[in-house]
């Protein structure tokens, strides 16, 4: 499905525009009026109204969450043809890359969990003589953030770890004694699952 077709309107539409694009098109093809294709355009709204979801379909075309490691796979890729890595492993140093930022992660997570541990370790020791304790509040708070942080940061890592095993379906030609001894990703190149 190209949720740009389907609703009619460019891809440099506005949300102003997708939004008129899908009443008119929800009105003509309502079952109710003898339409059809109602569920396919509301699917194309959805799509086109999430942020996230359109950049992703933009990008790779791909109309739902799933391919999220196939979006990291085109971005490492991509990054591969930009910086003339032609005498290196493409497969190994995507690899190696993908591998460098999941310890990165897997540190970021364990340093977020210490700090979740440090945090518990002044629950219940200040108490208020009267009224709400502004102290274990403040306290929670500051534990609520630190645990999405943790919710965050493990699910780049489950999209990481996606990328690797979808790599695994990869393999190039190029295999030489220095092309597995060289530079992290051409020359130092860090990559995000961001």
């Given amino acids: 499905m190209n949720p740009y077709k389907t609703l009619g309107v460019e891809k440099t539409a506005t949300q102003d525009e997708i939004k008129r694009a899908y009443r008119r098109k929800a009105k003509q093809h309502h ?6 294709g109602f569920e396919e355009i509301g699917k194309a709204y959805a799509l ?20 999220a490691a196939l979006s990291i796979l ?27 930022a999941r310890i990165g992660l897997a540190d970021k997570i364990r340093e977020q969990e210490f700090e979740l541990l440090r945090l518990g370790k002044f629950t219940g020791r200040v ?16 534990k609520d953030t630190v645990r999405r942080q943790i919710a965050h940061l493990k699910a ?30 051409c020359g130092g190149f860090k990559f995000s699952f961001r």
């Fill in 74 to 100: 085109v971005a490492m890729f991509r990054a591969v043809i930009e910086r003339d890595c032609g005498e290196e492993n493409v497969v190994h140093t995507v690899r190696e890359a993908l591998l460098s």
């Fill in 31 to 36: 079952p109710d009026a003898g339409g059809e």
């Fill in 48 to 67: 086109l109204t999430d942020a996230e979801a359109r950049a992703r379909y933009d990008e790779t075309g791909e109309t739902d969450a799933a391919p």
């Fill in 127 to 142: 108490t208020a003589q009267s009224g709400p304790n502004l102290f274990e509040s403040i306290l929670e708070q500051k």
């Fill in 156 to 185: 780049e890592l489950r999209r990481g770890d996606e990328a690797i095993e979808l790599l695994s379906g990869f393999s190039d030609s190029f295999t030489t004694e220095t092309s597995t001894k060289t530079a992290p990703f």
